[in-house]
């Protein structure tokens, strides 16, 4: 089926994306917004739901690619199908539930449709008035549609719009060295799962999706945007179990401790970037010491060390999730609208590491990333700021510049804007001025 023509005249992205700025139309214009939507979000992986959300048959939980609303349900084989969330007779919402057990059948709420848990049509009430003149067995024109790309990476279910044809590589190639992130964050659970299946915090933000994303390999912006969390000497309070001290938050006018932080940037836009100041030297106490016996069940001492080892913090898996390490979560990115972002934080459980440690991983995020938190309230309150500001006209320019002269290509210290600059370059722009398959 062919992409919907647009009426209005396609933006000239070399005009609006330049090497180390871009302009304001970006985060403003709707038009845009509805590019993206279908260029990007029609095309990327985007991360849906973690297996441990739905381990039996029936098990559903409902997301959004992009705008559209899709369900991720295990079948009876105990395959997991991203099914579109539209009744194929008159296009009902055929689940409003976020998440549940369906059974084996989906029934739509206005004139009955029943579906098969991998989307096949069931039955239609009354279904004589169809005979012998539609093939209501004809899945293409009768089930619930499916997205043609569904795969998982350490349980992390992701799926894509690209038809079979689009030259979008499978999700073990579009996560790269992403997948070394998750692969750490996935060791840490002693027995080699985690567990995504808990609560989540919800909030919508009145900005644009991008100013989220470009804001969490940012090491640039803690020490000021985060300025109330520290005490008198630039020293956040205690994070994690385990640590004496929190980071260090260091605003001198020359040179940062985060710059210490290294940032990468990865293919198709995605980065991460390296642990935070924390005071690693006198990482230890009891907790700490009862994570690493249980790994050690499982694991040499030396692989321990590896795996205790912070590597990253933030990885950003372009454009829709955020994995982070040391608070233990999974962070899904939804646009709404080009001033509008719904934003999800998951705790993700390490099975088999001692309850506390679990109950300490809450309770970091909840300090961290909850709608009332200490961190993540301040930058939801810069993505607004962000928004409303850039309604100005007076200049045209949001500036990704920092370090651009010494970085490499896309590796940079912690307060280099190069992980923003891949994002453009490597993501937005290949896929903005990428043919649609
Ligand atoms: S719209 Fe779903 S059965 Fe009619
Ligand atoms: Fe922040």
Redesign the pocket.
Known sequence: MNAPDFSFPLPDFDELVHPDRVSRQLYLDPAVFELEMRQIFGRAWLYLAHESQIPKEGDFVTAWMGRQPVIVIRHKDGKVHVLHNR?A????LLVTEERGNTGNTLR?G????TFRTNGELLLAPMRDAYTGRYDMNDHETFGLARVPRVDSYRGFIFASLAPASDPMPGLPEFLGEGRRCIDLLVDRAPDGEVDVSGGVHKYVVRGNWKAQIENLNDNYHPPFSHACTTDDNQRQFRRRYGDDSGVHMDNREQGSKFDSVDTVGLDWGSSYCGPLPFNHDKRGGPLFDAHCAELRKHHSPEKVEEIMTDFFHNLIVYPSVVMQLASSHVRTIRPIAHDRTEIRVYPIRLKGAPEEINRQLVRYLNVTHSAGSLIQSDDVEMFRRVQSGLASEAQEWVWFNRHMADDGPRRGGGTSEVVMRNQYSAGYLRYMQGEVQ
Do not use: N
């Not at 007779?89 to 009902?92: D, I, K």
């Open positions: 009744c007779h008159r296009g009902v739509c206005y004139h009955g449709w």
